[in-house]
């Protein structure tokens, strides 16, 4: 996989030049950050190009580093060519209170449900999604589980005492 | 009909069974008898027919769901105790059997189902996830189905042995046949139904 990387780092500067903040090997992936109003024209220029043809969303989701300050929240896009078998990994960083993010659905239909997903979970609004309602949790959750400062435990419990949890 | 052959391998009518094996067939409940009449309580009657003829409703979520199958088969097989035929609509069903963990989505669908079974019904609850939510003290999970439905029986365990289902249907069959034939028309039957805000 480590030689794809520059194969596909040259393209994308070529045609997006600054808006491709990163790009690097994590562990043995190819990792791309780039600008968020840039992704979907990424993503189509990465199905479009007649060489790189990744044509396959793998998955979407979201993701949360409450420390990394005005870039809290991101989404990862794992795509992949199934010619080559080349997996690449996209993925946008942005802040908290600014959590929109355009949708993929225009490119996958598949990204429809992902999206759903992950506004489910850590309230990513994506912009032009033509149908953004929970999927997983119940309607009336009243918050966004997988963001950090969501409690995991269930606030219904009455028989939990505190004192006997060291807290 | 008489019963010629005497050897107890080969039966060749009830008395011969009943005469010659250890089966233990209900015997009939207190009352007074005499020479072509028997008198009791409908309730006792009423008990005794309900108690050895339930039809559970199994709604199976998880590895519970596993364990009761192991109970409806041959090796535990439920059906000594007259449960052996399952129903899997809830207007023909007495006892619902919920098993595994129910995640708050699904606690609509449950009280649904119950709701579908007409009266009277009992509802076992099998293991930690289904009586308390058990492992699962999470945001998407239902800390208990007593939430949302009474329960009469909770089975403990995670999961519980067949033998424990079966004890659990035991004192299921101990609540049937103790149960007046009146008691679903009590107002205060009626006021723990409005608790859990069920009509």
Redesign the interface.
């Known amino acids: 996989m480590e030689d794809i990387l520059p194969v596909i780092e040259k393209k994308l500067r070529d045609a997006f030049g600054e808006d491709v903040v990163s790009a690097e090997m994590m562990r043995d992936f190819p990792v791309f950050t780039i600008k968020r109003d840039k992704i979907i024209d990424v993503v189509k220029y990465l199905y479009d190009d007649p060489e790189l043809q990744f044509r396959f969303l793998t998955d979407l989701c979201g993701i949360h580093f409450p420390d990394n300050k005005g870039h809290e929240l991101g989404v990862i896009y794992h795509l992949h060519n199934m010619r080559k078998n080349w997996r690449i990994r996209l993925r946008t960083f942005f802040a908290l209170n600014d959590a929109v993010v355009p949708t993929l659905t225009t490119v996958f239909s598949t990204a429809n449900w992902m999206e759903r997903e992950t506004y489910d979970f850590f309230g990513i609004t994506f912009k032009g999604h033509p149908n953004l309602k929970r999927i ?3 309607d009336d ?1 009243g ?1 966004f ?1 997988m963001l950090k400062e ?8 009455r028989d939990k005492d505190d004192k006997m949890f060291g807290r | 009909m008489g019963c010629r052959v005497k050897n107890p391998f080969i039966p060749h009518c009830m008395n011969t069974i009943i005469k010659d094996s250890n089966i233990e067939v209900v015997g009939a409940p207190a009352g007074i008898e005499g020479p072509g009449f028997f008198a009791t309580s409908l309730d006792k009657v009423v008990g005794m027919a309900r108690k050895n003829s339930l039809w559970p409703l199994p709604f199976a979520t998880s590895c519970c769901g596993i364990e009761f199958m192991a109970t409806m088969a041959a090796h535990y097989d439920m059906g000594r105790f007259g449960a052996e035929r399952l129903s899997f609509s809830p207007r023909q069903a007495d006892l619902l059997m919920v098993m595994g963990t129910i995640a ?2 699904m606690a609509p669908i449950l009280r649904q189902v119950y709701t579908q079974m007409a009266e009277p019904r009992w509802v076992l609850s099998m293991g930690a996830c289904a009586s308390s ?1 058990g492992i699962f ?5 239902l ?1 208990g189905i007593d ?1 949302v439905i009474p329960v009469d029986v909770y089975v403990p365990g995670c999961p519980p042995r067949p033998e424990q289902v079966l004890d659990g249907i035991l004192r299921i069959q101990d609540l049937v046949q103790n149960e007046s034939i009146r008691r679903r028309k009590t107002p205060e039957y009626k006021a723990m139904l409005a608790q859990y805000g069920i009509e």
Do not use: A, I
């Not at chain 2, 003290?137 to 999970?141: I, R």
């Open positions: 997983l949790n119940v959750l918050g589980p969501f409690p995991l435990e269930d606030p219904t419990r | 708050k989505k939510g003290d999470t945001y998407s999970v800390q939430r």
